[in-house]
């Protein structure tokens, strides 16, 4: 094994064997939000009216409650996988990759949160 070239340095020592899971999991949440996406769409265009207090009413039942929060998670999962990515491939300063996987991670889960605490209080008539 040489040590002068790349491929030298990392001939022998396999794949991380991250990849294919990675692909996966983004691959599972894009077909479950095209899924909740349409089940959102169709159940928008049957609703009578598009007023606040219908899409608020509607929202606020069971069942579509439930399929919001799950379309709020899997679009953040969703984008979260498809940026940390992107920064794992453009950012090669080990700190700097840190932090801003960091703050991805922090944002995603604060705009989910949020998301589901806005579904939440919609689903409880504003008592949360």
């Not at 899924?35 to 009578?48: C, E, I, M, T």
Request: proline share 3%.
């Amino acid at each position: 094994m040489g040590n002068g070239t790349s491929i030298g340095r990392v001939r022998g020592l396999g794949s991380a064997h991250e990849g294919v899971h990675h692909w996966l999991l983004q691959r599972f949440t894009a077909v479950g939000n095209l899924v909740l996406v349409l089940w959102l769409a169709s159940s928008f265009v049957l609703l009578p009216d598009l007023s606040y207090a219908t899409v608020s009413s509607y929202l606020a039942a069971p069942v579509p409650a439930t399929a919001m929060a799950l379309l709020i998670v899997s679009t953040f999962w969703h984008a979260r996988l498809g940026l940390q990515v992107m920064i794992e491939d453009y950012v090669h300063t080990p700190g700097n990759k840190f932090a801003a996987i960091l703050l991805l991670n922090l944002a995603v889960v604060g705009g989910a949160g949020f998301g589901i605490f806005c579904v939440a209080r919609l689903a409880l008539g504003g008592a949360v």
